[in-house]
Nanobody, 121 residues
Framework: QVNLVESGGGLVQAGGSLRLSCVAS????????MGWFRQAPGKERRFVAA???????TTADSLMGRFTISRDNAKNTVYLQMNSLKPDDTAVYYC???????????????WGRGTQVTVSA
């Protein structure tokens, strides 16, 4: 069982930045692929970024250049740095853990409760 707790969300003006954190309560954190997803009201949950065991990363095409995922295995933590935020980035952001390096929601086994990010115009 992996427990994931996100933090760092909040209200920010367009053009601003936020860094989300997700702490995992598991001994073998380094063995997991970690992902970030987001879900806007009335929309499906969508892939944002993922990082694998070797710290290889993939980011949604529409977010490349603005969003960066990273991990610190010593702290059991994955981060999402978000820059140049836009109102369309408003969503609940979820951290996820799995064993498959994937962009698909269904490939992740464990999920946090999410953190709200609101970007004002």
């Amino acid at each position: 069982q992996v427990n994931l707790v996100e933090s760092g969300g909040g209200l920010v003006q367009a053009g601003g930045s936020l860094r989300l954190s997700c702490v995992a309560s598991v001994r073998t954190f380094g063995n997991y692929v970690m992902g970030w997803f987001r879900q806007a009201p009335g929309k499906e949950r969508r892939f944002v970024a993922a990082i694998n065991w070797g710290s290889g990363t993939t980011t949604a095409d529409s977010l490349m250049g603005r969003f960066t995922i990273s991990r610190d295995n010593a702290k059991n933590t994955v981060y999402l740095q978000m820059n140049s935020l836009k109102p369309d980035d408003t969503a609940v952001y979820y951290c996820a853990a799995g064993s498959t390096y994937s962009v698909r929601v269904d490939d992740y086994d464990y999920w946090g409760r999410g953190t709200q990010v609101t970007v004002s115009a």
